[in-house]
């Protein structure tokens, strides 16, 4: 079935975006799409027609993403659920969920808007964030869930439970649990190991721990891991989701985290596979 509406966001700031995406919407409409811009984009580029998020969301059956992983990121929570491929086109070095060059969008596109898009599936975690027995806050992510504390915060203990079955309390700067995809970002800076993007199963993954012997560990996707801030501590200490959206925890809180029963597609580079993007972007054999 062909695709009709296509939702376009950008990384605004960048004048190469704002060029692309003038561009793009008169390519779309002349084969018969609607462009659905998002806000911000559609301001910058002066048109008269705005939609919000939700509209864009509930109507688009293909996203194009102009910028980079971190935009990307932040769609893919946008549309979790929806099951709509998402086409990130990296407007600078390769990315690791932007692969998509610009000398590829329009060649890609076209067989997009045929109906036959090469996607990838994601796995996502669901966060659940209690507070005195109540839930306070459920969220989708794609890259991971981060628990740090603040810069002058002194180490912070985190008892670690997976099925219920105890782990251990890691005294550590925090804790990083993350998706396949997202195990190239935070995770493989913090020492955790990297994961195929279409592996089911989740890395736990310490940040400067204390016990030296406490090492990343990889469980099951089928695994819920509950985290509990159980020190006693001045300074402020944080919940982060995919590095974009953040909530102040208190002692007591508990953090639960779990396969999501959504996933995001991306449109996949027919040119170039996942470890090409590895070596690429990792600069493997370089000297």
């Known amino acids: 079935m062909q695709i009709q509406n296509v939702a376009i966001f950008a990384k605004i700031h960048d004048p190469r975006c704002l060029g692309i995406a003038s561009e793009l919407i008169p390519w779309l409409e002349e084969r018969g799409c609607t462009a659905l811009p998002e806000p911000q984009l559609i301001r910058q580029l002066g ?63 076209e067989k997009c808007l045929e109906g036959n898009p090469r996607v990838s599936e994601r796995m996502m975690l669901e966060v659940t964030l209690h507070r005195e027995g109540q839930e306070i806050e459920k969220s989708h992510v794609l890259n991971d869930v981060v628990i740090n504390k603040g810069a002058l915060a002194r180490i912070v203990d985190l008892e670690t439970k997976v099925n219920r079955h105890f782990l251990t309390t890691y005294k550590a700067d925090g804790l990083i649990i993350s998706t396949p995809t997202g195990s190239t970002g935070y995770s493989l800076s913090a020492g955790g190991p990297i994961i195929h993007p279409l592996m089911s199963c989740i890395a736990i993954t310490p940040i400067c721990p204390h016990t030296l012997t406490n090492r990343p560990i990889v469980v099951t996707d089928e695994s819920v891991i509950s985290i509990t801030v159980t020190s006693s501590f001045d300074e402020k200490v944080y919940l982060t989701l995919d590095g974009q959206v953040g909530f102040e925890l208190q002692e007591g809180d508990s953090v639960e985290v779990r396969r999501a029963l959504k996933t995001t597609a991306l449109v996949m580079s027919r040119s170039r596979d996942y470890f090409e993007i590895l070596r690429t972007k990792l600069k493997w054999g370089e000297r």
């Open 47 to 109: 048109y008269p027609r705005v939609l919000t998020e939700n509209d864009i969301r509930d109507q688009a059956e293909l996203v194009v993403v102009l910028g980079g992983d971190g935009t990307l990121i932040s769609v893919a929570r946008l549309f979790s659920g929806r099951g709509v491929p998402i086409l990130g086109v990296n407007l600078g070095s390769l990315g690791f969920l932007t692969e998509i060059t610009v000398e590829e969008l329009y060649t890609r596109l």
